[in-house]
């Protein structure tokens, strides 16, 4: 497909994980990256991927990839309430590097149940 | 240092009009970016500019240009603005080079049309 896509709304209790699915367009992606937009706020780098990598983990934050299917996942531990947000996958375009344009998934919103 | 700042945070404007959004870029940084975000939906890459030059658009039609400023800061300028033209428009700035994963962004100028 031509659009990164995500899914659009997780409900979550507090203390549990969190999954986040997405699915980008260029196999060719280098990087991948995982964005929070809180309200009111703009975009925060939360992480990111490169493409030689499965896996990487930064405290809570544990990000999947498998490149055969173009599916990039970040699982949030221990959700709290303070991760309620929306989330961005994101790609660059040119896709084969770190620079250029981001080209944004919908965003999935996130809601945290005490 | 003040990160990235945009003016005004908000405005409203008339079918028509001409509207002038401003960006400051974080110090050290000399890339500009602009996005569109409409609600609901994830930002849409705008155009890029580097050494005041447009390096990069993306699919907005000439009603929306830009310029970039010997300080590295920038300006997008949308004309004869339609309802449609109502987002969130966010400026982002990346160091020398443009490494995506050095990026900051605003919190952005929430724009109305009516």
């Known amino acids: 497909g031509e659009d990164v896509e995500q899914s659009l709304f997780l409900s979550v209790r507090e203390g549990d994980s969190s999954v986040i699915n997405c699915t980008y367009t260029?196999?060719?992606?280098?990087?991948l990256y995982w964005y929070k937009q809180e309200p009111g706020a703009g975009l925060q780098l939360l992480t990111y991927i490169f493409s030689n990598m499965d896996m990487k983990q930064d405290q809570r934050l544990t990000v999947l990839l498998n490149k055969k299917d173009k599916h990039l996942s970040l699982r949030i531990a221990d959700t709290q309430t303070g991760d309620s947000a929306i989330y961005f996958c994101?790609?660059?375009?040119?896709?084969?590097?770190?620079?250029?344009?981001?080209?944004f998934g919908q965003g999935t919103t996130l809601q945290v149940k005490p | 240092d003040a990160g990235v700042t945009q003016s005004p945070t908000h405005l409203i404007k008339t079918r028509g009009q001409q509207v002038t959004l401003r960006c400051s870029p974080k110090s050290g940084h000399d890339t500009v970016s602009w996005y569109q975000q409409a609600l609901g939906q994830g930002p849409q890459f705008i155009f890029q500019?580097?050494?005041?030059?447009?390096?990069q658009r993306g699919n907005f039609p000439d009603r929306f240009s830009g310029h970039q400023f010997p300080n590295y800061s920038s300006e997008l300028n949308v004309n004869a603005l339609l309802l449609g033209d109502s987002a969130l428009y966010l400026c982002a700035s990346s160091p020398p080079g443009g490494a995506i994963t050095e990026a900051f962004f605003g919190q952005g100028t929430r724009l109305t049309v009516v």
């Open positions: 260029d196999s060719s992606s280098t990087y």
């Open positions: 500019y580097y050494e005041e030059e447009e390096r």
């Open positions: 994101a790609e660059p375009f040119p896709f084969g590097g770190n620079t250029g344009k981001l080209i």
